[in-house]
């Protein structure tokens, strides 16, 4: 009897020995499938997702560019000074802009060169990167022709022109078009890794088929081999497997208390704050009444929690892309809501105009674009002292664009931090002193509006004071070539 408990035994161990190495060859095979997966899905999500919307951006910031240039020569020829130095400064904005995308655009492509991809891919990355580098020196011509023409005006040079125009446009055409076909190849790259995806799995499937019968054969055996293990190993298994669903109900008590907590934080982060306590201040004072109080301190609130269920659902950056929710809303009904609230708590020194054309409907993140708005006004706020703050708003339905400016009579920016207003962390004055804040505010905007597929930028007035400016579609587009089409029509 022990010789058989004894040949049972080992039986079973060289059974439970070759499951066990299958197991391993499985989960070995798995791992390596899945790392190739990986590799080819980190480049659909990671690089062909921020190549086709960066591809996408300098597509329409090289259209606003033209636009400028346009506008340039136009006011040129109606001697109107003022406004062809702004569109001179909007056109370098936009070059400088575009620049930036094209650089994301390198820096995405090079990384992803060296990531292990197989020959196919990293040839149709190298060929896309070299067309990139193609459409850059035909933009570099492009800009070093229109300042050409700009210098030559400038200079009061304003005869034989007509063949750079001419050439300077057939630049912008030509760029448009290279362009349009670039995305184009992002998209057939995106095909063949998913072909190569598909391809991977197919393998990966076959092989664990050989190995799942394999085990099972196996598997089989050790089922006739623990048929002859006495009734105390019977015990012993049904004691473990109470251990573990005693082990399960307490994991699921942990998650219980999981969901508890994060619902306890989110009614935390609903709760009233500053916005509420001003609120109370003002109606205590007299200075609103207890009705105002009551419609305002419920709006913060409303707003609060709005904020607070984005948080939870859903995550604002991933891998550097933005998530916006998308709506048709009223801007102008936007903008007067919030201006209004700000007028409730306005230094008497300070006053808010309005220059808003009749409210149009737009298809944006409502909250996204009031936090862009609120960052600027309140940009304006903090180094106006005294004087007037003025909001316009203006559409071009035919262009499919929107525009908000602010401007102030504040100190201006200074010229060194102009070329670096948008970047993270500028918290330096014109006299190098530190700015309230964490410098983010202006960075976070540009992001939002470049999302959108729209542009920020900002200059100093001429007299007194800055002036930010943004457009952003008024109809959300989804390619390239739908936004040619709507700037054409």
Known sequence: MENRKTSTSLRIGISVSMIIMMLGLALFLNAFTTYTITNQMNVLSDLNMPVGQGITRAYAIQQMQEHSFEDTITYQKLSSQKNYEISKIQFESYNN????????????????????????????????????????????????????????????QTNDLSSIVTAVKAQHNQISLKTIMLNDEVQKLTDSLNAGVEESKQK??????????????????????????????????IKKTRSL?????????????????????????????????????????????????FAGISKQARQLEEVANRILDMSRIDNGILHLSYEKFNLNDSLTEIISSYR???????????????????????????????????NALKFTEKGKITVTMQHNIQKNFVEVTISDCGSGIHPDILPNLFNKFITKGPKTESWNGNGLGLYLSREIINAHGGHI?????????????????????????????????
């Open 97 to 156: 802009e575009w620049n930036y995308e094209v650089k994301k655009i390198h820096d995405l492509s090079d990384t992803f060169l060296n990531y292990g991809l197989n020959d196919d891919t990293t040839k149709d990355l190298t060929i896309m990167s070299t067309n990139m580098n193609e459409i850059e020196s035909i933009h570099l011509q492009y800009t070093q022709r229109a300042n050409q023409i700009f210098d030559a005006y400038d200079n009061g």
């Open 457 to 489: 930028f900002a200059y100093n007035n001429k007299d007194v004071g800055a002036t930010f400016k943004f457009t952003i579609p008024i109809m959300r587009h989804l390619n390239a070539k739908e936004l040619h089409q709507k700037i054409m029509n």
């Open 245 to 293: 669903q005693k082990a399960n109900k307490k994991l699921e008590r942990m998650n219980v208390l999981k969901d508890d907590f994060i619902n306890i934080a989110s009614h935390e982060l609903k709760s009233p704050l500053h916005p509420i306590y001003g609120f109370v201040e003002l109606a205590r004072n007299g200075d609103i009444g207890s009705e105002e109080a």
């Open 204 to 237: 990966s499937f076959t092989l664990q088929m050989i190995i799942i019968v394999s085990t099972g054969i196996m598997s089989l055996a050790l089922g006739y081999f623990l048929n002859l293990i006495n009734k105390d190993l019977v015990h012993e298994v």
């Open 344 to 378: 409730l708590n306005l230094d008497k020194k300070i006053k808010i105009e309005t220059r808003l054309e009749k409210g149009i409907d737009i298809e944006a993140d409502r909250v996204r674009i009031g936090q862009v708005i609120r960052n600027l006004i309140n």
